[in-house]
């Protein structure tokens, strides 16, 4: 057993500062660097990119023309917003268009015929106003109605310009970048911004004569990001990491309409404020409109990506920021012709995202913290007065990443920002040049091999499937059950996929899959929502678990509510929710049963989902079995049930812990009837997980808890490893 983890070189790209040369050459041979890059708010000096490093120079695009931008205003990047809902006092109402919005980011665009593109709604009604009922006001930036009813709500959808790019003004104001310009971003869907690019990226290219990778960031459109005026109390009227409303302009609609035959309307985009999250199950007319502008960014990404090869450089693009349209789970992604992919991550779920995409060549992460004085969630992370622990940030960051980079191969990983901040912080610098040769050294194990799973294949049903694979929006929100789940799921060794309900209505369950989960609240994208109205989809899964295959729901299943029933999988699962509809009806009274194969290891059946999870679900029959109930309330939090041949697991909620992520795998055997082969490569230890490569005869361990570990592994053969000493944070390499 080894815990010493040797000194590699190479995979690591290291941001550079000019005036810091010094320390970018230094740390860039302590950790091993074989790339330089620059970062947004630095440069790079001859003495750097002369140095002998690959260099990595970002560009993005739409805000690199910004003399062309402030010549063409017209060219700008625009999107529906709806106005606030303002309730009628009398028959004559005033809005203010951008009562609530930060108008540094937005101005209205009252260009474009807004009889053509805009909509007036009563609320209250649903209806929309008439356009002879309406008129704008473009000095007051006000929309008149006339003819309203007293005590109705009204809203007005409405097209503006982005005056201000949003990476550029949250970097603006997170870093005090003072009177920096504030950048605008063009909208390459015009021939002439098209020119004015693809002129600009071929200057820029024989400038950077030393640059031997672009980074694109990403490519044209950003994710959405509306603010608010007050921005201590709502910066974030609504953001939605992979929503496409900052594609929008009348000559995107023309051209889709030219295309698929039917015209889209603001109403479509903004949806009653709710816009389209990715949360929500998606609409036809919308998914036209995302392969629409997929068709677009592709076409026009390739332009760019052939003359960055034209140049002999390679082309890598950045998987956050403008990234809408790319798409890189998507089947078409290969055809950018893109040589890398680089995703920014915080935890395990992000890293199998990055290593999910199909068609390039190379996988990059940038790792966190990244270099700022004020880190992404608002940790102190460089600031010594502040209370700033950046090698504490990393090593949390880190053991999260690691679970997933242990799971999926990765090819190299980075980090971004300030250099210089790094400079007081040697502790840190020490702690970076470690976790470069752990990475180094996991690399090495995925080369021509594959770690151990279960002999079968998970699915995860959504209204998304594989297009939105490893994510449900962004980064981790703590209050969706499914990043949870697969946060949980990326660690551990199991073959996971993901499948839409469309591909379950047109295709049924796909073979080799044992156990199927789905996770989320009623009406979400998670869930399903409206996709379950297909009856092809019950039948369907029904039928499969007939036959012999696993359910797990969690939270509210394939919730969509009938007379008398609201979790279409009520009867596979033996339980439902009732959301007060059953006043007048019956509950009957099961017994504990709290053991059980899924919660042998744990032993306080309790269990803690979150302090959101669901309550009144109510089991049918004495054939259900209740494992643990909510506190003070008879209420399942977790059941069992065997229908037909097969098995259904039921959990009120999902928390990621240790202590759940062990009860989920548990629960994924036992729905796939596998329990028989539960325990092979298994480390007893919660806090500890194991990955075996058998090729390389490798076995890794790895702590993801903060203090020392002890733990024994049970090996293929059934027996049980001598015990495994690791360190906090630590990681142990067995020769099998």
Avoid at 148 to 172: C, D, K, Q
Avoid at 184 to 190: E, G, T
Avoid at 384 to 397: E, Q, R, S, Y
Avoid at 545 to 551: E, P
Wanted: net charge neutral; glycine share 8%; hydrophobic share 40%.
């Amino acid at each position: 057993m080894s815990t010493n983890i040797p000194s590699f070189s190479g995979s690591f790209t290291l941001p550079g500062e000019a005036g810091f040369e010094q320390l970018t050459l230094q740390l860039a041979k302590k950790w091993g660097a074989d790339t330089i890059r620059d970062s947004d708010g630095t440069q790079l000096s001859p003495e750097i990119t002369q140095s002998g490093y690959s260099i990595y120079s970002t560009i993005c695009l739409v805000r690199s023309v910004q003399p062309w931008a402030r010549k063409n205003p017209h060219k700008l990047q625009q999107n529906f917003l709806m106005s606030r809902p303002v309730v009628a006092a009398k028959p004559s109402v005033t809005i203010s268009l951008l009562d609530g919005y930060y108008t540094e980011q937005f101005v209205v665009n009252v260009k474009d015929s807004p009889k053509q593109w805009w909509q007036v709604f009563d609320r209250t009604t649903g209806g929309e106003v008439p356009k002879a009922k309406w008129s704008v006001d473009p000095k007051k930036g006000a929309v008149i109605i006339t003819g309203a009813t007293p005590g109705h709500r009204y809203t007005v959808n409405f097209l503006a310009f982005r005056i201000w790019e949003e990476i550029s003004m949250y970097n603006h104001l997170t870093n005090n970048w003072g009177d920096r310009e504030h950048l605008s971003a063009v909208d390459p869907m015009h021939p002439e911004t098209q020119k004015a690019l693809l002129a600009y990226l071929d200057g820029w290219l024989r400038d950077h004569a030393d640059t031997r990778v672009v980074r694109f960031t990403s490519m044209f459109y950003n994710l959405t990001w509306f603010w608010g005026a007050d921005h201590k109390r709502l910066r974030d009227v609504y953001t939605d990491w992979a929503d496409y409303e900052m594609t929008v302009s009348p000559r995107a609609l023309k051209l889709f309409e030219k295309k698929y035959g039917y015209k889209l309307t603001s109403e479509d985009f903004v949806n009653g404020g709710l816009y389209n999250s990715t949360h929500n199950a998606p609409t036809r007319r919308y998914r036209d409109y995302m392969a629409f502008m997929h068709d677009f960014v592709i076409e026009f990404g390739r332009k760019c990506v052939d003359l960055v090869h034209k140049h002999k450089k390679l082309a890598y693009v950045f998987y956050d920021d403008n990234w809408i349209g790319v798409e890189p789970s998507s089947p078409r992604f290969h055809e950018f012709g893109f040589d890398g992919l680089i995703k920014c991550v915080f935890n395990a779920f992000e890293v199998r995202l990055c290593a999910h995409s199909r068609g390039v060549s190379t996988k990059e992460l940038r790792l966190h913290p990244y270099l700022f004085p004020t880190g992404l969630k608002g940790e102190p992370t460089f600031q010594k007065n502040g209370g700033g622990n950046p090698t504490l940030d990393a090593k949390n960051f880190w053991i999260d990443a690691r679970r997933g980079i242990v799971r999926a191969p990765i090819d190299r990983i980075g980090l971004g920002g300030y250099l210089s901040l790094v400079e007081p912080w040697p502790d840190f610098q020490d702690y970076i040049e470690k976790v470069a040769n752990e990475f180094r050294l996991l690399k090495s194990f995925h080369k021509g091999d594959k770690p151990h799973v279960a002999p079968f294949k998970v699915a995860v049903l959504t209204a998304w499937g594989d297009l939105r694979a490893w994510t449900c929006s962004g980064h981790f929100m703590a209050n969706v059950e499914l990043y949870h789940v697969l946060e949980a799921l990326s660690g551990l060794p199991l073959d996971v996929q993901f499948i839409s309900l469309d591909d379950i209505a047109q295709n049924g369950v796909p073979r080799g899959v044992k156990a199927i989960i789905n996770c989320g609240r009623a009406g979400t994208a998670w869930s399903g929502g409206a996709h379950w109205a297909d009856p092809r989809v019950e039948t369907a899964i029904t039928e499969y678990v007939q036959r012999g295959g696993g359910l797990i729901g969690i939270a509210e299943p394939s919730a969509l509510p009938q007379a008398g029933q609201n979790f279409r999988l009520a009867r596979v699962l033996g339980l439902d929710r009732d959301n007060g509809e059953r006043v007048a009806n019956g509950r009957y009274k099961y017994d504990l049963s709290p053991k059980h194969f899924i919660t042998e290891e744990l032993a306080d059946v309790t269990l803690d989902f979150g302090p959101k999870e669901i309550d009144n679900i109510y089991v049918f029959d004495g054939d259900t079995h209740v494992h643990a109930e909510r506190p003070g309330e008879a209420s399942p939090r977790l059941a069992t049930h065997a229908f037909g041949k097969g098995r259904a697991v039921y959990m009120s909620g999902f928390k990621f812990t240790y202590e759940n992520t062990r009860l989920l795998h548990r629960a994924l055997f036992w729905a796939a009837a596998h329990e028989a082969k539960w325990g092979v490569w298994h480390s007893e230890n919660l806090n500890t997980e194991a990955t075996y490569f058998p090729k390389r005869k490798k076995l890794v361990v790895i702590n993801n808890a903060g203090t020392p570990q002890a733990t024994r592994i049970t090996l293929a053969n059934g027996r049980t490893a001598k015990t495994v000493n690791l360190e906090a944070h630590g990681i142990a390499i067995l020769d099998m």
